[in-house]
């Protein structure tokens, strides 16, 4: 079964008719709602970063305070919360590794498991270490927790460019090619009335297509792409809302009516400076992730045999 949706057609202001299936209505509508609020993925990025950053810096102060010892009741219980916190991790791989236990949950759960016990395991072995280490071994073990736990993050922040949100399906280099597409063909219909604002999008566009060919050849061109985005959408916005509003002063709109049409404008340029920028660094990320894949699994064996060794040697001696 189909049902009908009105589609607006940008350059003339009328709707077409076509049709979705079930199922691709479902997609076509999350698509929708991280296009529509772009900055709300944004702003969550920014609080889960600042909130672990919080974490991590309240543990060394507690830590430091040194109010009980790693040998206490109390440290050991966190050592031991904090391990198997750890070893809990591994869950999630081997989910994805064995059919068996896919039918067990949501992939969706799992990951957001594997993420808090990603930041819940680290914290109380800070917590139960109280930053005092009596060995080499338990040096070793510190260090390579804090690297898997770095690389945890990265690993999320390149997995989050390379997929549709944080729980979404891998993107394709097509299917942003394409929304992109029809973002330059809307951009130019809409954008008439500013073409100062169409020559600051397409200086961008070239300058973002040179940026995916070259990849990281030139990595300062690359990292600086997103802040050379920030800075043309502020251009634009203003210069638009500047052209908007003497195109309302002169045909006499309302004031919400040039507010709307502002908005619209201002979502355009954020929407096509989004999508270009997304295309020009999405090989780069995906290499990246791939190495990160390479990097991030003998970090962990290095942290699974030297917590053994840390274990072994606490209850040994």
């Known amino acids: 079964m189909t049902l009908p949706v009105r589609k607006p057609d940008m350059a003339s202001g009328t709707e077409q008719q076509t049709t979705l299936t079930p ?9 929708a ?4 609020h ?5 702003v969550r ?4 970063l600042i909130t672990i950053v919080l974490l991590v810096a309240a543990s060394i102060v507690l830590a430091r305070m040194r109010w009980y010892s790693a040998g206490s009741e109390l440290g050991y219980d966190l050592g031991l919360a904090g391990g198997i916190a750890m070893l809990l991790l591994f869950l999630y791989p081997l989910r994805k590794r064995f059919r068996a236990l896919a039918s067990f949950g949501k992939t969706r759960f799992w990951f957001a498991l594997h993420m808090v ?17 009596g060995s080499v071994n338990a040096i070793v073990a510190f260090a390579s927790m804090a690297l898997v736990a770095a690389s945890g993050v990265v690993g999320r922040f390149l997995y989050a460019r390379i997929h549709h949100g944080l729980y979404g399906r891998r993107a394709s280099l097509a299917e942003l090619r394409a929304q992109t597409g029809v973002e330059a063909a809307t951009m130019h219909s809409r954008l008439a009335f500013a ?11 070239a300058l973002a297509a040179r940026v995916e060919k070259d990849g990281l050849r030139y990595p300062w061109r690359f990292f600086t792409l997103g ?14 809302a500047v052209r908007m509003r003497a195109l309302a002063a002169e045909h006499h709109w ?5 507010r709307r049409r502002i908005a619209s404008r201002k979502a355009l340029v954020a929407d096509y400076l989004r999508g270009t920028l997304r295309v020009a660094q999405f090989h780069v990320f995906e290499r990246l992730f791939s190495w990160w894949h390479v990097l991030h699994v003998p970090l962990v064996y290095m942290l699974v045999l030297s917590a053994i060794a840390h274990v072994v040697a606490v209850h040994m001696y």
């Open 117 to 133: 016990l990603g930041i819940a395991g680290p914290l109380l072995i800070i917590l139960h270490s109280t930053l005092r280490f």
């Open 195 to 205: 073409p100062g604002v169409e020559a600051r999008l397409a200086a961008f566009g």
């Open 254 to 258: 309302a004031s919400a009516k040039a």
């Open 45 to 48: 990025e920014a609080i889960w």
């Open 38 to 42: 772009p900055g709300r993925h944004r």
């Open 227 to 240: 802040v050379r985005a920030v800075f043309e959408r502020l251009r634009c916005n203003r210069e638009v």
């Open 23 to 31: 199922s691709r209505r479902a997609t076509a509508a999350n698509d």
């Open 33 to 36: 709602g991280r296009r529509a």
